[in-house]
T-cell receptor, first 117, second 106 residues
Framework: DTGVSQNPRHKITKRGQNVTFRCDPI?????LYWYRQTLGQGPEFLTY????????KSRLLSDRFSAERPKGSFSTLEIQRTEQGDSAMYLC???????????????FGEGSRLTVL | RKEVEQDPGPFNVPEGATVAFNCTYS??????FFWYRQDCRKEPKLLMS???SGNEDGRFTAQLNRASQYISLLIRDSKLSDSATYLC???????FGAGTRLTVKP
């Protein structure tokens, strides 16, 4: 399977604990995005990498959230001191830049569902 | 103003109906445009890209109006299987609208 892979698929944790999600993008894609989605809402942009550089981070993202993409391949999203409001689906997507024959479309992983008790 | 705004919905239509969704965007420098389909508790999947001249894929037609900064999606002869949430997203910001939920009923 050469699609976007996310782990774990489900995570249940107690308030105050730290959690980390991993995303493995499609191998030739240099762009990687993290989104958060709650029921009835569209995916909310969190952050974006081009290769290993984090080029944009949502102002809505608190200091408890951090993302890395150290070698420009897989990425991790860490949430520290989780709160009940962090319960959501965390989606990762990858893409090529919009150039040449590429439209820059996003390819999504199946998501990591977080439940904070 | 949000970067991307969609018709709030929900849309409840009978089978065979024609339904249209609009999506407005705020960044005039937006370069490429997409409609995604999302089924309940699944990840979004690309339905179609939107080209400047408009494009059609079977029962689905997408249009772009750069002057008014909106894109549209038309679904003809709707099927029960079209029931889903439809999301628009524009490049380079890659922000999604809130989505429009469509339910097609027998």
């Amino acid at each position: 399977d050469t699609g976007v892979s996310q782990n774990p698929r489900h995570k249940i944790t107690k308030r105050g604990q730290n959690v980390t999600f991993r995303c493995d993008p499609i191998s030739e894609h240099n762009r990687l995005y993290w989104y958060r989605q709650t029921l009835g809402q569209g995916p909310e942009f969190l952050t974006y990498f081009q290769n290993e550089a984090q080029l944009e981070k949502s102002r809505l993202l608190s200091d408890r959230f951090s993302a890395e993409r150290p070698k420009g391949s897989f990425s991790t999203l860490e949430i520290q001191r989780t709160e009940q409001g962090d319960s959501a689906m965390y989606l990762c997507a990858s893409s090529l830049p919009f150039e040449g024959e590429s439209t820059g479309e996003l390819f999504f992983g199946e998501g990591s569902r977080l439940t904070v008790l | 103003r949000k970067e991307v705004e969609q018709d709030p919905g929900p849309f409840n239509v009978p089978e065979g109906a024609t339904v249209a969704f609009n999506c407005t965007y705020s960044n005039s420098a937006s370069q490429s445009f997409f409609w995604y389909r999302q089924d309940c508790r699944k990840e979004p999947k690309l339905l179609m890209s939107v080209y400047s001249s408009g494009n059609e894929d079977g029962r689905f037609t997408a249009q772009l109006n750069r002057a008014s900064q909106y894109i549209s999606l038309l679904i003809r002869d709707s099927k029960l299987s079209d029931s889903a949430t439809y999301l628009c997203v524009v490049n380079p910001d890659m922000r999604f609208g809130a989505g429009t939920r469509l339910t097609v009923k027998p």
